[in-house]
Every structure is written in C-alpha cells, then in structure tokens.
C-alpha cells in the first residue's frame, strides 16, 4: 500500500488559509489534517474542513461536462465530452463577439478558490476577448477603503501579536465561525488575563469568549467610536503624547466633531447606554495593549467605509500602537508580496471596455444596454451569495442568455446554464496561496489526479484559449504559472525566502521592526483628518436602510462557508433549519412562536423561514445564518431574495446587512 502525507492549502475564502497535511493512499486523499507546525493553523482544522475528503470525493460532484436538456433551472442535463464543450462555448462567442463585440460576453468569478493562479485565471483570456469587466467588490472593500483612508498603505498587525494584548474587542466579527485561528491567539491572551468585548448586533457564537458582549444597532458603530474617543478626553485616558507625534488633524476632530457625541446622544442612536459606554472607554484607556480586531460586519452599509475611518480614531486616541500586542486590524493584505501581472496580465486589457458591478448582476442581466448575451460564471455561486436574488434568478432565466458554469457541484447557478464544467477541487490542481489574515505563504502541489473528468479553472482557459485562437496565452502549466510568478520575486516575497516557498514549504513574509509607528500616508502620520477624502473627518452616516421594521442581520455560519460545503450531510445535520433568530418580545408583538413557519418580506422579496425565538436576538434585530441553497429552503427563495444592489459609500462594495423587512407568519 502506497501511502504519504502531502502538504496542500486550504483554498476557501477565510482570513485562516490554513496550511494541510494530506494523507494519500493509493492515489485516493483519505484524511486531511491541520499542518501541527504551522504558527497559525497550529494543526487545528475548521469544522468545515476536518473532513474535506467528504467534499472531495462527494457524491454530488459534477464528473462530467454537461448539456442542458430542460428548462433553465430545472436540473435536466446530459453527459457531454470536454471536445463538445469547448467547441459549443466558441462557437457562441466567436458568433456573438462577431456580431455584438465582446462586452457582450460578462465573466463572472469570485472567491470560490483564493489560489493566485486558479483565482485569476480567466483575467488574461478575457482581456484579450475584449469582454466586459467585473468589478468584483462582493466582499469588504469598504473596509479597505476606510483603512487605506486613515492608515494609508501601513500593514496591519501580525495576528500572532493578538496574544500579547491585555483587551482585545473583536468588533463586527463572528470570528467562531469565520476565523477560528484567531481565537487561539485570544484564548492564550485570555490565560494570561486578557479582558474580551465583542461588539456585535447579536450575540453570535463567538459571545463563548468574550466577558462582555455589546449588542448595538446596525450601522449606528461610528457613533459609538466617535463616543468612546469623546469618552477617553473626558476621562483624561487619551495619549496626548502619542497624538502629537503621530496623528494628523486630532485636534480638528476634537473641536468639529466630537462635540456631537455626547454620551446620551450615541445612546440614542446605538442603543448602547451610557454607562457601557463609559466602561467600555475605561476598560481601553486603562490597558496597557489595547487591540481592536475588525470584521466586516459593520462595513457592508451605506456607510460602511466612514464606520472604519471612525473606528481607527480609538485606537490612535489610545497610543495603543506603541505597545506589543496594542493596535487594530482587520484584514492583511499580502497582495503585494508577488507579481500577479503575471497571471491577470493587465496589459492585455482594453481600459475602455465597460465595467459591471458584481453587486448589480440582477440589473446588468435584467436592464443592461447593450445587453449582456453570455455569462461564464467560474468559482462563484451568484444565484445564492449575490444581492437581489429575484433579479439575479430572472436575468438567469432568460433564454436568449448563454450561460456557462464551471463548478464542483450543481449549485443554484450551475441549474441555470446551457453548459456546465466539471470543476477540481484544491486537491486535485496547483496553486500559490497569499492570504489575508495572517503574513504566510505557500504553494499548494496537486496531490491527488483530478476525480471524474474535472478541470481545473487554469486547465479549462488553456482549451477555451485554444478554441478561440489564442492559444499563445496559455502555453504554461498551472505548475509552470506558480512557478513563473516565483521566478519573479518581489523584494518582500525574497526576504521570506523563495527558496523554501519554491520547495513547497510555508515561509512567513516579514514586517519592519517598529512597523506599528511608521505610517505609510503622505503626512507619515495617522489621518484622522485627511484631506484628500471630501469629507475629511470621520462621523456617523446614516446607513441605506429600508422600509421595514425589522433590520435583518445575514450573518455567517459556523456550518458552511457562504454558499459552499452543503455537500457535507454532517455540516448539514449541525446546521439545523434555515431559520430566523427573533427577540422573544417581537414574536409576542406578531404572534409568533418558535418553530413556526415566518416569511420575511420587503420590496425586494419574501423568504420562508423557521422562526427560532431567542433572546440571543435583540429587540428589533432578527438573523438569518448562512447561505443556503434553494433546493433546501422552505420556500422558493433564499436570504439573498431580500439584500439590494446599492452600494458602499466608497469603493462599491456590497450593503448585504443593510437590510430591513417585515415578518409575518408563513404558509
Ligand atoms: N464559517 C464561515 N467562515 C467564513 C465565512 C462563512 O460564511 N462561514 N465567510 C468567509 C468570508 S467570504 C469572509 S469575507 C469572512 C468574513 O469574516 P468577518 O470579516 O470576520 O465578518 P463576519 O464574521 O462575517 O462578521 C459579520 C459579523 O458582523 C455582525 N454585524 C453585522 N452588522 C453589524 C454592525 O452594524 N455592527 C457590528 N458591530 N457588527 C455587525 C454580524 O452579526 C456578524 O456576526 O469569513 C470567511 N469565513
Ligand atoms: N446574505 C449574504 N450573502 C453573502 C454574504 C453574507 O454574509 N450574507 N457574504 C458575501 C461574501 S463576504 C462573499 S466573499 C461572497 C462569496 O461568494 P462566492 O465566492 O460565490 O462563494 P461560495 O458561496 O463559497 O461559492 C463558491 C463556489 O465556487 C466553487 N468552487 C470552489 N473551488 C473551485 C474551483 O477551483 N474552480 C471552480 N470553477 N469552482 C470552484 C464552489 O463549489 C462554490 O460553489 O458571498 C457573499 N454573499
Ligand atoms: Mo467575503
């Protein structure tokens, strides 16, 4: 019996990118385990991923390409060879390029893999086809935004460090379910004495560690910084040293801006009442390492950048830089340690080609002039993860749309092609790994053959290259890609050691010592007042909202990682019912009870629920976790059906929890 470990990455979208040991046995990959010696994953695997064989070698994998053969969305399919396929797909785009030009043709991918090789794979090819671009800001890029705004290109904090804080307030982040490493670091600072706050507008299941929990109302955290910054000059607790030296503008924030927020009036709009406000201010000005850690909840509003941009004025109040284990962050970008020119080739693009928002497929499908004729959806589920659902799903339907998905499984977007691709798994192809929740990197070797006739994302541009006369493009392997882009190293990727990333081995990249006080901005300070933003000063701003009587937080679950791993019965098991979280007081107000059947509606939609009644919920707050798929959803939509399309107010990110409906019962 032939047997080994090999090393491999954990592909999903998550701030861990853990490091794998693959167990593989006559070529079948029979148990995947954390690598025990790497700092963060620490040989501890997500419950997710802790039998990652099972999405592997799933009996629901795509093993074939496919033909539709029924209705679109109807699941009717038959078997076709790859050489159909391929052929199929370019004889519709060489006909609609001919008659439409390219922007007629919309690719369409996100994060179903984070590889730098397999995640872009498709930017060359559709440079060159002429396509329309995507904007592809599903994610956070508010967060970004109001980092980059303040913080200019200052690297966050190592997580590690997280351990050496004596208060850490995870803000906005349900780090139980979407950064369990991150909790190890919490859990060592906790032994040594460390105190917790979670800010969050439930008491998700990351409340497990924390000594304080602050519930507050959506979108109102700008507020609430703003009063604890306010709080801090009031108790004498601010750094008047450290703002001197490195913050631009405090004392323009001082007089302009924090008058505005007195205690009672942050109350008014948080719902946080003055006196935890006041405790939460002490609890800061009294650590010696404070450490905020952002999530993106509180970014994905209509005010979603502003919200950090006030953020980050708490900790530049509290000096909180100087000190090991003292600071915020939220997400790392790690983007710069390699050349990605390499694989998106940016020189092929026509910058005049029209641009669509991956936030606004439902109108670009729907409304669109000229219209889009062809979607190649590629490592995205956009029928479930993408706001406005009834848009998306009606734009799908249309039968003059040519719709192309390469895919693992049939989600609710592969249901709705006229082609659909057998995709590999991270198992089954190379890649290179960057991440963005710590400074490690590592390639990923195959290490198992591809399972039925599955592709990877990398493989299939190299035929459809090939059909469309380019093959030029795509003479490399994907193992000759990771490999060119190492050849290529950037001054950060070399000092953490080619070498040993070349050989497949994890290597860290770097920080400058004293990276907490230097601050890459034009003042080379902290801009708290930054003019080159058009409001310069942070404050709060209202969210989007909606008509509605309940906001309607779409929150993660520890079960399943956006649309994906539905494919696992056991995550599945654990995950219960698609259900509604409801403040026992506003169940009594509608006459609801717990395990009935609610419908949630707004303009947008209306989605079945089972109502779970819970005073985990707060007052006027309900919480839908998870993405589901239809198939499994009581009704005929999933939470998507009630998100809208507008826009963060910086950097055009999605607004998925600035949400309101109404809940009433469901039949
Ligand atoms: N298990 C699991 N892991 C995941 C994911 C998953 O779906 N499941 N998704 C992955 C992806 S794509 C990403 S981007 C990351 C996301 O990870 P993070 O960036 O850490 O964000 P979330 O954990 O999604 O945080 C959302 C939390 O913010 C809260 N929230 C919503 N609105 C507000 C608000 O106005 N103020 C405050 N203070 N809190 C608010 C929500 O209730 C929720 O608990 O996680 C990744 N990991
Ligand atoms: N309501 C609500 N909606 C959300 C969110 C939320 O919090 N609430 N979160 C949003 C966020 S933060 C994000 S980032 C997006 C994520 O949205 P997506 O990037 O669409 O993420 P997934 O739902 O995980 O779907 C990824 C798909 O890629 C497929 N896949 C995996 N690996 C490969 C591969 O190598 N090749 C190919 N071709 N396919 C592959 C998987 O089978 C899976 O179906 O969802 C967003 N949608
Ligand atoms: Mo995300």
């Given at each position: 019996m032939m047997q080994e470990y090999k090393r491999s990455v954990c592909p999903y979208d998550c701030p861990d990118a853990c490091s794998l040991l693959v167990k593989v046995e006559n070529g079948r990959a029979i148990e995947v385990v954390g690598e025990p010696q790497h700092p963060i994953t620490q040989g501890k695997l997500c419950p997710k991923m802790r039998d990652y064989p099972a999405t592997v070698y799933s009996p629901e994998r795509i093993l074939t390409p496919l033909r539709r053969t029924g209705a679109k969305g109807s699941g009717a399919f038959t078997p076709i060879s790859w050489e159909e396929a391929i052929a199929s797909i370019a004889e519709q785009w060489r006909g609609l390029v001919a008659q439409y030009g390219g922007e007629a043709i919309l690719p369409f991918s996100y994060a179903g893999t984070m590889g730098v090789v397999q995640r872009n794979a498709g930017h060359a090819f559709f440079h060159r086809l002429g396509a329309s671009q995507l904007e592809r800001t599903l994610c956070s890029p508010a967060k970004d935004y109001g980092w980059r705004a303040i913080m200019g290109g200052t690297k966050g904090m190592r997580v590690q460090e997280t351990a050496h804080s004596d208060l850490i307030v995870i803000w906005g982040a349900n780090a139980a379910a979407t950064s369990v490493h991150f909790l190890h670091f919490v859990q060592q600072a906790k032994k040594k004495g460390a105190k917790v706050w979670l800010i969050d507008t439930y008491e998700t299941p990351t409340a497990a560690v924390a000594d304080r929990v602050i519930r507050l109302q959506p979108g109102s955290d700008a507020a609430l910084a703003l009063g604890l910054v306010r709080l801090l000059d009031e108790e004498g607790l601010s750094d008047e040293a450290f703002l001197e030296e490195h913050v631009q503008g405090y004392e323009k924030l001082r007089q302009e801006t924090l008058p505005d927020y007195t205690a009672e009036k942050v109350a008014a709009l948080t719902g946080v009442t003055p006196q935890e406000q006041l405790e939460l201010a002490q609890a800061l000005g009294r650590a010696k390492a404070p450490l905020i850690r952002m999530g993106s909840g509180m970014t994905r509003y209509g005010n979603g950048a502003m919200t950090i941009r006030a953020i980050l004025c708490v900790p530049a109040w509290l000096g909180a830089w100087r000190h090991l284990g003292g600071g915020a962050y939220g997400d790392l970008s790690t983007?710069?340690?390699?050349?990605k020119d390499v694989v998106?080739?940016?020189?092929?693009?026509?910058?005049a080609t029209r641009s669509i928002n991956i936030n606004q497929l439902g109108d670009a499908l729907t409304k669109m002039e000229p219209p889009v004729r062809s979607l190649y959806v590629y490592h995205c589920n956009p029928a479930a993860v993408v706001a406005d659902q009834n848009k998306v799903l009606a734009g799908l339907r249309r039968d003059d749309l040519f719709t192309v998905v390469h895919e693992r499984f049939l989600t609710d977007t592969a249901l709705f092609a006229d082609i659909v691709l057998p995709a590999t798994t991270s198992l089954e192809q190379d890649d290179l790994f960057t991440c963005y929740g710590h400074y490690f990197v590592q390639r990923s070797p195959?290490?198992?053959?591809?399972?039925?006739?599955a592709k990877s994302n990398w493989d299939v541009f190299r035929l459809l290259a090939e059909a469309m006369g380019f093959a030029d493009l795509y003479e490399k392997t994907a193992v000759q890609m990771v490999d060119a882009v190492l050849e290529r190293p950037t001054p950060w990727l070399e000092a953490a050691g080619v070498e040993k990333i070349r050989q497949g081995e994890f290597a860290e990249l770097p920080l400058p010592a004293e990276y907490k006080l230097q601050y890459f901005t034009p003042s080379g300070k902290i801009e708290v007042w930054n003019p080159l933003e058009q409001e310069p000063l942070p404050r709060w701003l209202p969210p989007h909202s909606d008509e509605g009587d309940l906001w309607l937080m779409t929150a993660p679950s520890v079960y399943g990682l956006n649309s994906s791993f539905r494919e696992q019965p056991r995550l599945m098991q654990l995950r219960g019912k698609m259900s509604l979280l409801m403040h026992p007081a506003d169940a009594a107000k509608r006459k609801l009870q717990d395990g009935m059947l609610v419908e949630a509606w707004n303009e947008r939609g209306k989605v079945l629920f089972t109502l779970a009644v819970t005073d985990k919920a707060q007052p006027g707050v309900v919480v839908a976790e998870g993405v589901w798929k239809l198939a499994d959803?009581?009704?005929?939509?999933?939470?998507?059906?009630?998100?809208?399309q507008r826009l963060t107010d910086r950097a055009a990110g999605s607004t998925f929890y600035d949400t309101k409906v109404f809940v009433r019962q469901g039949m």
């Open positions: 983007g710069a340690a390699v050349d998106l080739r940016p020189d092929l693009l026509n910058p195959a290490a198992i053959d591809p399972v039925g006739e959803a009581p009704g005929s939509n999933t939470v998507n059906a009630l998100t809208s």
